[in-house]
């Protein structure tokens, strides 16, 4: 694929004799000579896909967070079909007495409401009530009734956010209810997520704005990323809520999309708008080729990198669990229609606007500046002293890399849901009433003929603190089920050990499942996927990059690059999230450990971002490379002419990241924490010293390319004439 075309005859007073628009640069003057057909296009997409936006919350669900083929996932979908819904994913709904027998006088009124409510839901199955010896507690004050799985998982969240707050309202003095569960898990968290997510907004877009207008020096100029990035994220979130419709997807497939496509978003109309301005008010040209010229490298490079966040991103579609799947999904449908806007949309209006951009500028802004005379001199001093600075940037990146080692992972324990929502309220009186073990109860599923043996086995093992008797199928499938309390918490690591043992003693028959155990199954197949997805994910980045830059060396050297700022960000994260340094400050409860779909998740992420940075500024030292043949040249020039865009966009994202890690639960502070460390090492420490050290130390073998390889890959190029 050629980015150049020979002029046509008769070619325009727009463009400067020579100019040759690739086929970005034609796609930018096809936007502007089209502009009520792209206008129109998008504001159908716009309110068309908008309409369906703000049922984004309600539609979507939180569940999904299973090994899709795993033991715990079939026990699930036997007890559901078989056993009254008396699965994993079934209500329970605790009443608690401070004042007598739970069963009696006040008590026996609540437990009555309680049922009739549950049994008036369509979508509840059987309605089990507290049974004496199993789900009463010994002194008479917790009853648990438990309301069967009527529907599949994703629903039954739903169905949780539909009942909790009635089944809470039939509390009165001295009686308690809070219904909980794994279901109620979810609700309770989206519940908690989505007002932290608005609170982490409000914050996030101010902040953001504020950066904007220093970066751009104008108002106008400011508010086009926004405004942008906006437009995509409408789109967005109506096309999930129509995929929804076909294949469940995870709410937090629309949380991180939101994060994520926020600050790429921002990035990529920081780049075009800087460039199109220094064309434009800079070099004087007209807008028709400031729009072509600003297409052809600052667009060139933008496709690029959301080529590089999709492949990254695409990866992660290897762990087979729909939960991943999904919000790897909608990260990418978000980053598709943000490079879309980015690519069609911004052109039009950049066009439009023209002059206008720099409305409401800042009185010391020089509108058409593209060379920063202080990244100019930041280069020249890391071209003289490459090895101080190269090796001081290394030493911080593996200081911060070094915790790493001892990082330890496991999924989310109760301590993710705030202290007053039911579910955290209902599983502590769980605890406190049947055991440490009671809320992370074990659920096994077996062939009648070996109940006798399975019970012999329950008796027997350490890690189980007692088991119910067997009950047999409310179908002719001749299988019965076991529930067992384990001896401790659900997310006490030896609770794996005891399901290993089971899963090893139990009969052949025999399928041990649970909520506690669906996480447990979730972590070892995270556990199992993360190198696969690791390795895929740096062989694709190094491809892409190659073929983009048609160099191996540089290419090789800022694939590897990417993986300091990862694995520093990784060990920041152990410190504050494991260790708890910084807990109070933030507002968590440390866990002792880290979520365990944060390493195959944020790698991606953190890598799509890395090399994001990596093609910008790569890719304009690529174009000084092409200009000139000097290798001082590319470093120098690609500092002079990217450093302060790559700066002011790191600051950006930083700014959205650590706002959202600020409140809220645990998963989205860790993904803000960890991917604000990560851009904040990576655009600042990787991309402005230690890459363009890269480059000043290899000199001119970092663009060399062997013949044959540069007939195979396609002609790439980032600059004119």
């Known amino acids: 694929m050629s980015t150049t075309t020979a002029p046509s005859k008769g070619a325009s007073p727009d463009f400067t004799p020579g100019f040759r628009p690739g086929p970005l640069g034609r796609l930018g003057l096809w936007v502007t000579s089209h502009a009520k057909l792209v206008t129109a296009v998008w504001l159908l997409l716009i309110v068309g896909l908008g309409a369906f936006a703000p049922q984004v919350e309600h539609n979507l669900s939180g569940a999904g967070w299973q090994a899709d083929g795993s033991e715990s996932v079939a026990a699930r979908e036997l007890a559901q079909k078989s056993f009254g819904g008396n699965a994993s994913s079934a209500i329970q709904v605790v009443v608690h007495s401070t004042d007598g027998p739970v069963t009696e006088g006040p008590g026996a009124e609540v437990l009555a409401q309680v049922t009739r409510l549950l049994e008036a839901q369509p979508r509840i199955a059987d309605v089990i009530a507290p049974m004496p010896g199993a789900t009463i507690s010994q002194d008479g004050s917790t009853a648990i009734i438990l309301a069967g799985a009527g529907a599949d998982t994703n629903e039954m969240v739903r169905v949780a956010t539909d009942l909790k707050g009635d089944l809470q309202d039939l509390s009165v003095e001295g009686i308690q209810v809070n219904p909980t569960g794994s279901s109620l898990l979810w609700s309770d968290f989206n519940e908690a997520n989505l007002e932290a997510m608005l609170k982490s907004e409000m914050v996030s877009w101010p902040v953001t704005m504020a950066i904007l207008v220093l970066a751009f020096g104008a108002l106008v100029a400011a508010g086009l ?52 301005r220094a064309s434009r008010m800079g070099s004087g040209n007209s807008a028709r080729q400031a729009v072509a010229e600003t297409m052809d490298t600052a667009g060139k490079a933008v496709l690029l990198s959301g080529a590089t966040v999709l492949i990254s991103l695409s990866a992660v579609m290897l762990v ?112 406190e009433s049947f055991g440490e073990g009671a809320p992370g109860t074990l659920q096994i599923v077996m062939k009648a003929s070996d109940a006798e043996t399975a019970s012999t086995v329950l008796a027997s093992d350490p890690g189980i603190a007692g088991a119910m008797p067997s009950m047999p199928a409310a179908d002719d499938s001749g299988l019965v089920l076991i529930q067992a309390v384990p001896t401790v918490d659900p997310s006490d690591p030896a609770l794996s050990d005891t399901v290993d043992r089971l899963r090893a003693d139990l009969p052949d028959s025999a399928l041990v499942g649970g909520a506690a155990v669906e996480n447990l199954d979730l972590k070892a197949q995270l556990d199992e996927s993360t190198p696969l997805v690791i390795g895929v994910v740096l062989v694709l980045g190094f491809l892409l990059l190659l073929v983009a830059l048609q160099a191996p060396l540089i290419s090789l050297l800022g694939t590897l690059a990417s993986l300091l700022s990862t694995a520093a960000a990784f060990g920041v994260a152990r410190l504050v999230f494991q260790e708890g340094i910084g807990a109070d400050f933030l507002g968590f409860e440390s866990q002792g450990f880290l979520d365990a779909w944060a390493p195959v998740f944020f790698f991606a992420m953190i890598f799509a971002i890395a090399m994001d940075y990596t093609v910008f500024l790569l890719a304009s030292a690529k174009e000084h490379y092409e200009h000139s043949g000097d290798p001082k040249d590319a470093m120098v020039g690609s500092l002079t002419h990217s450093g302060r865009v790559i700066f002011a966009a790191g600051a950006v994202m930083v700014a959205v990241f650590f706002t959202f890690a600020l409140s809220g639960p645990l998963p989205p502070k860790e993904m803000g924490i960890v991917l604000g460390v990560a851009v904040l090492l990576d655009a600042f420490l990787v991309r402005l010293v230690l890459l363009p050290v890269m480059l000043r130390l290899t000199g001119k073998a970092a663009w060399w390319s062997p013949a044959w390889l540069r007939k195979v890959l396609p002609t790439i190029t980032f600059s004119h004439g």
């Open 320 to 431: 087979p669990s729909p939960s991943f799947r999904s919000m790897a999904g909608g990260i990418m449908l978000s980053v598709v229609f943000v490079l879309a806007a980015t690519l069609t949309l911004l052109p039009l209006v950049l066009f439009k606007l023209d002059h206008k951009i720099n409305k409401l500028s800042l009185p010391w802004v020089k509108t058409g500046e593209h060379r920063s005379p202080k990244f100019a001199a930041w280069g020249e001093r890391l071209w003289k002293r490459p090895l101080v600075w190269g090796l001081g940037a290394l030493i911080v990146l593996l200081a911060l890399a070094a915790p790493i080692i001892g990082l330890k992972t496991a999924m989310p324990s109760i301590k993710v849901l705030p202290e007053d929502a039911s579910a955290r309220i209902g599983y502590d009186l769980v605890q």
């Open 225 to 276: 990323p926004l405004i942008l990035t906006l437009a995509g994220l409408v789109a967005s979130a109506g096309s999930l809520v129509l995929i929804n419709e076909l294949v469940p997807v995870s709410i937090w497939a629309m949380n991180f999309a939101m994060m994520f496509a926020l600050a790429l978003g921002i990035d990529y109309a920081l780049f075009l708008v800087v460039r199109y």
